[in-house]
């Protein structure tokens, strides 16, 4: 995996670098504001980008946002110390794959950054915990989504991975995608998030933040 690192802090960005290296990653750049971030993209071609949203020049959103315009192939995970949801949704807007906070542990952190390289949906507990102030329950009037449906975006609301989801169900991963796709016709949406939230206004699902401690990056 080769990442490229973007955060005004360069202790943080040693840190992360370190931790990358020891996990046999391999760390492309570094970048310590958003037009730097930008430009690295486009000349060392990584295949994901830990974005910080807050830097100097160039905030992460707009970075994000033509990094993906113009590298729709680069992943964007986005790790910062915000978590207020109108900054969340236009992280995820402008093309973001992920969103973590600075309390993530490392190795949630890099189970992230694998699962996005890997095509995994993603959707973290602490995310929907963060959206949850944004969410107004509407009437769902007809049933949108089928039982089925309904328990796999459940269990992805809950944290687990799609290839979690497919082994407790005992079907297979490309299936669960195939009811994803699915779920993102009924919902009108190609956002994970978005159809999580959608179906929580609608009261199909609930979300159940974790609260768990973990250790900080």
Known sequence: MRVLLADDHQILRDGIRRGLENAGEEVVGEASNGEEAVTL????????????????????????????????????????????????????????SAYLTKGTSFADVLDTLRRVLAGEEVLSPQLAASMLTVVEAEDPGEELLSSRQTEILQMIADGQSTKQVARELGITQKTVHNHLNAIYRRLDTQSLTHAVLSAVRLGIIDLRPTTEDSEAV
């Open 41 to 96: 993209a486009r000349e060392t071609q990584p295949d994901i980008v830990l974005m910080d949203l807050s830097m100097p020049v160039l905030d992460g959103v707009s970075a994000t946002r033509r990094i993906i315009s113009e590298f729709p192939d680069i992943k964007v995970v986005v790790l910062t110390m915000h978590d207020d949801p109108p900054l969340t949704r236009s992280a995820l807007e402008a093309g973001a």
